[in-house]
């Protein structure tokens, strides 16, 4: 048969399902590698565009995977390496709530960091619980550094409608703590999606349906790729350096510090800790920015 293009929907141990022209096809890698993977935990994530040979019952394998646009990637703690997340997106949507679990700012801060040049889109649900002013006030300074910021509950139907008609037409990445509502969000979003999302996810011991493993749902008007609930986010960058241009707010200051290249950790005249100190960098943005410093040392220091 004809080789096909198809896009990646899940894969789950080596078994990847795989969309195209209206059909699935359950395949595997041709060969076991990719031509040119690099070292990453898996060399394909939904969202991901391949290059298939359709064979009997809906199977087929992969030969390869079209040049992605972009890639959303964490540091896999468990096995040491990147973990692409999420392929060809529009945008991160990285989901809190102000309790429940608690708003929880260096997540977020974190999932920025991973999403590169990505759009970020920051969303605050469960807003029918009471929300803090801390809370809100980091919410409109993320607002304020540029990202999109949107506030949702389950019980306020209109606030999913507004969130829906800004995500129409997009491909995005959801992302967030276990707990906060991605799930429940998601088959807001895309009810077509519900029974879907129940059925790939598995019970937990309290009975709970979780995610395991990405999977790319799609309706009409919005595609959602769902990534599993994460407790804490590793960045997969292992150059300290790179991490300051990943805050917009240092990276457009990065170039007045005298020492160069600085990593706003002490050094003479730097022109970071003096705007941390005179209020124009928020400082609990700046205390994240060092964490994750710390974090990548400590990586390093563990692999070597
Ligand atoms: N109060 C409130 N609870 C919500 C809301 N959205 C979801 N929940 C509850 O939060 C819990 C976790 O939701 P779930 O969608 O499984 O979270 P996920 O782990 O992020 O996918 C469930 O008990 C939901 O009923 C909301 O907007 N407000
Ligand atoms: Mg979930
Ligand atoms: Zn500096």
Same mark, same amino acid.
């Not at 469960?126 to 990202?147: C, F, Q, V, W």
């Not at 706003?264 to 920015?289: F, K, N, Q």
């Given at each position: 048969m004809?080789?096909?293009v198809?896009?990646?929907?899940?894969?789950?141990?080596?078994?990847?399902?795989?969309?195209s022209?209206?059909e699935?096809?359950?395949?595997?890698?041709?060969?076991?590698k990719?031509?040119?993977?690099?070292?990453v935990?898996?060399?394909?994530?939904?969202?991901?565009r391949?290059?298939?040979?359709p064979?009997?019952?809906?199977?087929? &394998?992969?030969?390869?995977?079209?040049? #992605?646009?972009?890639?959303?990637? #964490?540091?896999?703690?468990?096995?040491?390496?990147p973990?692409? &997340?999420? !392929?060809n997106?529009?945008?991160v &949507?990285?989901? !809190?709530s102000?309790?429940?679990?608690?708003?929880?700012?260096r997540?977020?801060?974190?999932?920025?960091?991973?999403a590169?040049s990505i759009?970020?889109?920051?969303?605050?649900?469960?807003?029918?619980l009471?929300?803090?002013?801390?809370?809100s006030?980091r919410?409109?300074?993320?607002?304020?550094?540029?990202?999109?910021?949107?506030?949702?509950?389950?019980?306020?139907?209109?606030?999913?409608?507004?969130l829906?008609?800004?995500?129409a037409?997009?491909t995005?990445?959801?992302?967030g703590?276990?707990?906060?509502g991605?799930?429940?969000?998601?088959?807001a979003? &895309?009810?077509e999606?519900?029974?879907?999302t129940?059925?790939?996810?598995?019970?937990?011991?309290?009975?709970?349906?979780?995610?395991?493993? !990405?999977?790319?749902?799609?309706?009409?008007?919005?595609?959602?790729?769902?990534?599993?609930?994460? #407790?804490?986010?590793?960045?997969?960058?292992?150059?300290?350096?790179?991490?300051?241009?990943?805050?917009p707010?240092?990276?457009r200051?990065?170039?007045?510090?005298?020492?160069?290249?600085?990593?706003?950790?002490?050094?003479?005249?730097? !022109?970071?800790?003096?705007?941390?100190?005179e209020?124009?960098?928020?400082?609990?943005?700046?205390e994240?920015y060092?964490?994750?410093?710390e974090?990548?040392?400590?990586?390093?220091?563990?692999?070597?």
């Amino acid at each position: 048969m004809n080789d096909l293009v198809g896009i990646i929907e899940k894969g789950i141990n080596n078994i990847y399902t795989v969309f195209s022209e209206g059909e699935h096809y359950l395949c595997r890698i041709k060969g076991k590698k990719l031509p040119g993977s690099e070292a990453v935990y898996n060399p394909i994530a939904p969202g991901d565009r391949v290059i298939f040979t359709p064979a009997a019952h809906n199977s087929g &394998m992969i030969s390869s995977l079209i040049p #992605r646009r972009n890639r959303f990637v #964490r540091w896999n703690m468990k096995r040491g390496l990147p973990q692409i &997340m999420a !392929a060809n997106i529009d945008a991160v &949507m990285c989901t !809190a709530s102000p309790d429940n679990p608690p708003f929880r700012p260096r997540f977020i801060d974190r999932v920025i960091v991973c999403a590169d040049s990505i759009p970020v889109i920051v969303v605050l649900n469960k807003a029918d619980l009471p929300i803090n002013d801390e809370t809100s006030a980091r919410m409109n300074h993320y607002r304020h550094l540029g990202y999109s910021v949107f506030q949702t509950s389950a019980y306020y139907t209109e606030t999913i409608e507004t969130l829906r008609h800004f995500l129409a037409g997009k491909t995005i990445a959801v992302v967030g703590q276990s707990g906060v509502g991605k799930s429940t969000l998601i088959n807001a979003l &895309m009810p077509e999606a519900a029974q879907k999302t129940a059925t790939i996810s598995e019970k937990n011991n309290r009975g709970k349906h979780i995610t395991n493993f !990405a999977v790319l749902l799609k309706s009409e008007y919005l595609t959602i790729i769902d990534t599993p609930g994460i #407790r804490e986010i590793q960045v997969p960058i292992l150059d300290l350096h790179v991490i300051g241009s990943r805050f917009p707010e240092i990276a457009r200051l990065q170039e007045e510090c005298s020492f160069q290249p600085c990593l706003h950790r002490g050094e003479p005249d730097c !022109a970071v800790t003096a705007a941390v100190e005179e209020g124009s960098i928020l400082a609990d943005r700046y205390e994240s920015y060092v964490r994750i410093l710390e974090s990548i040392e400590e990586l390093k220091r563990d692999a070597y």
